[in-house]
């Protein structure tokens, strides 16, 4: 059973930047197509980016588009979320997925999904 585990959450102003990891365990992360998503207190779960088994195709929403970089480490079975040029806008709790495919920035038949971790953008 593949496990997820996000960290890198934190309390940063506008402008800043902030890198998210998504460690796996129980499993092979290049065995799945794997997605980020985003939520808001009462708004529904974003997806914001989606990245195929072979980890070398990412697909991002306008939202997060060249200022958001999806990077994964075979050897660590990890997932990195680099940030940058962060917006109050992107306050959220951030959730990393693996499932079955990506249907343009979403992953279709999710698994398993992280805990999530907290992005604060504020100053």
């Known amino acids: 059973q593949l496990q997820l585990v996000e960290s890198g959450g934190d309390l940063v102003q506008p402008g800043g930047s902030l890198r998210l990891s998504c460690a796996a365990s129980?499993?092979?992360?290049?065995?799945?197509?794997t997605g980020w998503f985003r939520q808001v207190p009462g708004k529904e779960r974003e997806g914001i980016l989606c990245?195929?088994?072979?980890?070398?195709?990412?697909l991002y929403a306008d939202s997060v588009k060249g200022r958001f970089t999806l990077s994964r480490d075979n050897a660590e079975n990890t997932e990195f979320l680099q940030m940058d040029n962060l917006k109050p806008e992107d306050t959220a709790v951030y959730f990393c997925?693996?499932?079955?495919?990506?249907?343009?920035?979403?992953?279709?038949?999710?698994?398993?999904w992280g805990q999530g971790t907290q992005v604060t953008v504020s100053s």
């Open positions: 997925a693996a499932g079955r495919l990506c249907g343009s920035i979403q992953l279709r038949g999710v698994n398993f």
């Open positions: 990245t195929y088994p072979s980890g070398d195709v990412t």
């Open positions: 129980g499993g092979t992360l290049a065995s799945y197509a």
